[in-house]
């Protein structure tokens, strides 16, 4: 096999092919990888070399952007995972130049380098694939949807927040089928989020993922999809500064942010949307009374219990619970064990606390990560109806 190539670049001048052949068969590796590294190497060799025994040749030939698209397409199948990680890699140096006649080209074998990485086992190397290919319009749609909808978020991420291949239909679609925080996340990032994509994130009530919608400037956001935001930020902290952040805020939504958010973010507000003395005074006043009103009301569980959130004060979280559900204190305390956030939800809905407040003892005191959590309906309301709510509660009092 060596013969016939080593005949086919340099002919049949007997000093040329064995020249040649003493080069590549009693070379040393960095010899032979040095060769393989060459742009001026002709196409044969590196064929030749695709095959080599080292796995480092065989990267140096993956990583040489004049390696012809058939060792490519053998590579894609080599056993060394760092050599079709850099076949990924290679090929976003191979799109960005391509010409009507070249996305010909990209049909056949380039194509089939691209698809068959799109399936490739480990994830690293459809990571590097997905990253490379990105924001590409050169690829056919079914590879960009295939690297969307991938479990892994390092290879759906990239194409989701930038392939120009996926439109309105294609997100919606990808929204409903459920998919990691991260990944809705990244579809949020998306510049020039058309506003039903944004309608479609915020109905999945991902908080990490509505935070990020709002960070993002191009996305557009319907006025009463910002309601809906704006409503479930009321027992939600963690979206409190990215809407009062969030530019071209209406009065109206203004006027409704500063019922909740802190002093310090209420400043934020004033300075983000330059808005005069004579409202900033009126929304402090607001809020000043708001407060004096809450802290005048009789004290409660609800109360009692946001004090022992406060000071971090577990043994107190743990008896007002089973004191106010009805529950011993060995099975509240399994219900935070087990991280069950429908469990601690049913529990404060058991022991008569406010929706918010099962967000804290969801976050605060079980751990329980933002895309895990249970939210409230409508900002305020527990989510799920009484008689599901009863069957948890009878499950732990029964365990």
Do not use: C
């Not at 204190?329 to 399994?334: G, H, I, N, Q, T």
């Not at 976050?363 to 008689?387: C, H, K, L, N, W």
């Amino acid at each position: 096999m060596l013969g016939k190539l080593i005949r086919g670049v340099f002919g049949n001048r007997p000093q040329d092919y064995e020249a040649q052949k003493t080069a590549i068969e009693a070379g040393s590796e960095r010899a032979r990888r040095k060769l393989a590294g060459r742009e001026d190497t002709k196409p044969e060799i590196l064929y030749y070399l695709a095959e080599d025994a080292s796995p480092s040749v065989r990267r140096a030939v993956a990583a040489n952007a004049t390696t012809p698209r058939q060792a490519d397409l053998l590579l894609t199948k080599d056993a060394d995972d760092d050599v079709r990680a850099e076949i990924a890699r290679k090929i976003r140096r191979l799109l960005p130049d391509l010409g009507p006649e070249q996305a010909e080209k990209l049909r056949d074998l380039t194509l089939r380098t691209i698809e068959t990485l799109v399936s490739d086992q480990l994830p690293r190397v459809r990571a590097a694939l997905a990253e490379a290919i990105k924001d590409s319009p050169h690829i056919p749609k079914h590879v960009a949807l295939a690297l969307a909808r991938d479990i892994e978020v390092e290879v759906s991420g990239p194409v989701l927040e930038f392939s120009p291949l996926l439109g309105d239909a294609d997100l919606r679609e990808i929204i409903a089928s459920g998919v990691a925080s991260a990944a809705l996340s990244a579809i949020a990032r998306r510049r020039g989020l058309s506003a039903d994509v944004a309608d479609a994130i915020v109905a999945t009530i991902d908080v990490p993922a509505i935070a990020t919608l709002l960070a993002n400037p191009s996305a557009q956001v319907r006025e009463e999809t910002l309601d809906r935001i704006i409503e479930t930020a009321r027992s939600v902290e963690q979206l409190h500064r990215p809407l009062v952040y969030r530019p071209e805020l209406s009065i109206r939504a203004i006027r409704r942010i500063a019922e909740f958010v802190s002093g310090s973010l209420l400043d934020r507000l004033g300075d983000r949307h330059s808005l005069p003395d004579t409202l900033r005074s009126e929304l402090k006043a607001k809020a000043r009374g708001m407060l004096e009103n809450e802290s005048a009301k009789p004290a409660g569980d609800g109360d009692a219990m946001g004090f022992a959130l406060d000071r971090n004060d577990r043994a107190t979280v743990f008896a007002t619970l089973a004191t106010a559900s009805m529950l011993s204190v060995p099975a509240v305390e399994r219900i935070f064990q087990l991280k069950s956030a429908r469990g601690i939800v049913a529990l404060a809905w058991q022991a008569g606390l406010p929706m918010r407040l099962a967000l804290r003892l969801q976050s605060e005191v079980a751990g329980i990560q933002p895309r895990d959590m249970v939210y409230a309906r409508g900002g305020t309301d527990y989510p799920f109806p009484p008689e599901e709510l009863e069957e948890q509660i009878a499950f732990f009092r029964a365990a």
